[in-house]
């Protein structure tokens, strides 16, 4: 089974990724680190370079932000996670990052998959608006053929008709994908709803569905984020979705992680 | 709260409505409310006039069914749900529908929905192949404006590029539309999905979004259906997806209608 | 090849149907139809019961309507066509449509298309907004099967991700509905984009395409439309729309119909 | 005005880019570029680099393939146009490519978006998948922001629930993008219908709307093709298409490049 510093993913104990959408500064990832940690969150994420639509849009602190990434995670001895957009970025990202992650608007990026089958490091590779299972799998063939086994699905939600809500979390996705495959598969509420309001409901459900574990956007100051604070959830917000995550898992023979 | 036949919908106890596609026999029905009854379960679905892309596929037995589901229901002393499809349905279906079901197809159709609104049966409205929450909602405004309150909800699934599964299974529904309603929303994964190994994991995700219940096709031979096989479970298959739903709603401070 | 009041439908003469969404008033849909006259278009539309998506929104004139319809297509001599939305309105509408127009969200409701498959009138039948070509194809067969072969298909966009536009045009259909099925199918660019400047570009494609006809809105006082006024054309865009489709029509080796 | 060797892209006359979906081998390019140029078609596309679903699909020549496309298009002086998928090709690329293509899949990789705005090379910038018109542009917008204004849209159909046909090209993108902004736009009906019967009227609906210029996937023996032989046009059905596309242009007060 695929573990991720002495973390297991795809059995019964199920892990979390929680953090902010981008590093903004030092102060706002100890924050956030800190109150996760008390939670007893395995994995740290946050996002250094954004893949924004508008050019003009902040954009992440790149480079500027590998300190303050690799200060707090190891801090709390929190594992992290950010996305990787650029073949370039590999070598340093090396550093910081103990899973790489592959963001909607690279899932078709073979040349950066190709890269990142020859990485030790595992990938999570994220779904793109919309790819079909088929298209979805074959990405995550690119990187196993070329020689990393650690791939990790996240479903995040899919573009629909439905303009009330800023993506279609597809729910099915979640048990056609491990039926389809022996890979492990993450959700995304918060990108997969894009409203606050519908994240810990679309967590549990994901969980379950079979989930292998959930991907969630948690700010300290949701209304003050660089971006995507209308899908954040604050400390006290996370707090109340674990809790339930835990019966729910527990529901179905399963255990949160850390929560044993 | 709205209760139909003593049973209350919406509330902590969540009831399930189970049975074919389409009332085939009169052995047929009873073979399955036989095994439906011996769960506990409390309402009997059973189509009597079939919506048909096809106007060469079987169409549904039409007035005659009615005796047979008349006979089956008060036999197991199961209220019967059925879908209407025309107004000049109405008085007759009366005699053996305990609710009223419009179909994906009749949404959108505002004449029958307000005919509906005069009648005091409860109405449960399936959402249309591509309707927005809004739409949704008005679609019900309609029945509601019209002088009856009883309407329930079902999410069913939605179009999109997906072409691995017959629908999507639109699981922000079920939490969106509850935060926006005061109405109970059951989920319909046998077509949400179409595929029956997706239909338990589907149900018990919908179940921990919130939903008030569950519709589920089953019959006693899917390979033998005259209409819909391929997401029908079989009366095991079944057992296993409530004796699961049962702990999840638990998990969440609910219950499983007649397993108090 | 059909024909309706001695306009063909279907071959290289090319007919145009145009009007307002709604028919609001004796002034309003008499100085549109002057105006349509002048221009040579042979079929007037006006909707007389109106489907909105809200049952608080403008429903039409009904009844009421009737009388403006009828002395106004006689006074121009433009056939109406009008959209039926419920089966009890079959008898009375017979006095003053020469086309029953069945609208996109009756697609579906194939217990209508029975009853007017048993009407000697000619059928504009509308895709559902997320209808798949064969159900489509089989909408328009419950029509032909009950005993009416007249029936129009109409393209008037689909339901996609596309935020900026009311519908997605779906061009693709025009050739593949004449090359699979022998009916004719006509263009509704006015539904089909949802924004007045788009109507007439979207028009001349459709032709281009091969489309049989085209349907567009027209209104004398957009801006004071009571349904649809943002993707009306006013008399001289509408004017501006059909000069252009002669000049492509002839491209193609077809003319516009009344200018021959 | 945007001119690319001599050829103006958004004007009056309208030119077309056509060739194999892969350079598959020099006699296989030649035999096409042949016919083409005897049909005085300017420019000559073939993809050397194929971004294929799946992993074990033919991938194309690649480096391979410089030579042949260099001396094929030097031989009938007919500029080349090829995708590029990754940052590293952009130098070698320059020696055989005029303009850059950026296929679907890359339309968010505003990295290599970023890397191409530093090079003077015009660039045709394919719509993603599902990308809405304003991510459309603002990917656009990554190039220009670098300092590469020749940039050229390309519509070619987007994903939706339609299971008949690859894609649905979306017409309504062609003057709406026009409308809002004033980069070229060039249609792409090979892939915007992904079957060989509907390429020729999808590609004179797109020169009716408005559309700068035409993709054109043409093979001389379609059936052997070593990818999307299914859409491909021979040379003689390709010709059936320019001759028609003429006569569209002239229509409306336009030409096609080189029949003056």
Do not use: W
Not at 6 to 20: K, R, Y
Not at 145 to 152: H, L, P, R, T, Y
Not at 233 to 251: G, N, R, W
Request: hydrophobic share 40%.
């Amino acid at each position: 089974m695929l573990e991720i510093c002495g973390v297991p993913f795809g059995g019964q104990s199920v892990p979390i990724i929680a953090g902010p959408c981008s590093v903004e500064s030092e102060s706002q990832l100890e924050a956030i680190a800190a109150a996760l940690h008390e939670m007893d969150i395995p994995f740290l994420r946050g996002g250094l370079y954004k893949l924004r639509t508008n050019p003009d849009s902040f954009q992440g602190l790149g480079e500027d932000g590998f300190s303050i990434a690799k200060k707090i995670s190891e801090k709390f001895n929190m594992p992290f996670t950010t996305e990787i957009t650029d073949i370039r970025q590999i070598e340093k990202l090396h550093e910081v990052a103990s899973i790489f992650q592959v963001g909607t608007r690279n899932m078709y990026n073979y040349d950066l998959l190709k890269e990142l089958g020859k990485s030790p490091k595992p990938v999570l590779l994220k779904r793109a608006f919309s790819a079909t299972y088929s298209e979805f799998l074959n990405a995550a063939e690119y990187i196993i053929a070329a020689g990393n086994e650690n791939v990790i699905l996240c479903e995040r939600g899919i573009r629909t008709f439905v303009r009330e809500t800023r993506n279609t979390f597809d729910i099915n996705a979640i048990p056609f994908l491990k039926q389809k495959s022996g890979l492990p598969i993450v959700a995304d509420p918060s990108h997969g709803t894009g409203l606050t309001s519908l994240v810990e409901p679309v967590a549990l459900a994901a969980l379950a569905a079979g989930a292998d574990g959930l991907l969630i956007e948690v700010h300290n100051e949701p209304s003050k984020a660089l971006s995507d604070g209308q899908q954040a959830l604050t400390p006290v917000q996370f707090k109340s979705l674990i809790d339930k995550a835990e019966l729910i898992l527990k529901a179905s023979g399963r255990e949160l992680h850390g929560r044993a």
